[in-house]
């Protein structure tokens, strides 16, 4: 995969990540957020990621201990 397929496929990540969220469906978004920084470090996810963390840590303690 060339760096424009990277990006690409990261921005669609992104974009997927954020419909996850949008259901209030935290482990996909992450999930898809985490794929998105793996091909491109300095995509939008890692800033949506950082804020899902946030708002998981405040009120979904039991989301990181299945």
Partial sequence: ???GEKIAEAER???MGNQFR???????ALECYNQ???LNPSSPAVKAKE???N???F???QMYNP
């Fill in 59 to 61: 009120y979904c303690k």
């Fill in 36 to 38: 998105a920084i793996e």
């Fill in 1 to 3: 995969m060339n760096e």
């Fill in 22 to 28: 949008q259901q209030s469906d935290w482990q996909h």
């Fill in 51 to 53: 804020m899902l963390d």
């Fill in 13 to 15: 990540l992104y974009a």
């Fill in 55 to 57: 708002i998981l840590n």
